[in-house]
């Protein structure tokens, strides 16, 4: 929960109908999807770089050969 403790939506005093309801839904879930867009984003990892010289290979593996299993 951030600092603040104070809530995000309250109601003060009335009902809301249904077309309000549908718009409060709409609102509050289009904030929930761009804070998890935001959270994805800055959890993206760097690659880690699988690539080889190809002259340090070796041309061939046994396939009982223990590198097989890497």
Same mark, same amino acid.
């Given at each position: =929960? #951030?600092?603040?403790?104070?809530?995000?939506? /309250?109601? +003060? /005093?009335? #009902?809301?109908?249904?077309?309000?309801?549908?718009?409060?839904? %709409? +609102?509050? =879930?289009?904030? %929930?999807?761009?804070? *998890?867009?935001?959270? %994805? *984003?800055?959890?993206?990892?760097?690659?880690?770089?699988?690539?080889?010289?190809?002259? /340090?290979?070796?041309?061939?593996? #046994?396939? +009982?050969?223990? *590198?097989? %299993?890497?």
């Amino acid at each position: =929960m #951030s600092a603040s403790a104070e809530p995000l939506v /309250r109601i +003060v /005093r009335g #009902s809301l109908n249904d077309e309000e309801l549908a718009a409060l839904t %709409a +609102v509050l =879930m289009a904030r %929930a999807a761009a804070a *998890q867009a935001a959270a %994805a *984003q800055s959890a993206v990892v760097e690659p880690i770089a699988n690539w080889q010289r190809l002259e /340090r290979r070796p041309a061939y593996y #046994s396939p +009982v050969s223990w *590198q097989q %299993a890497a």
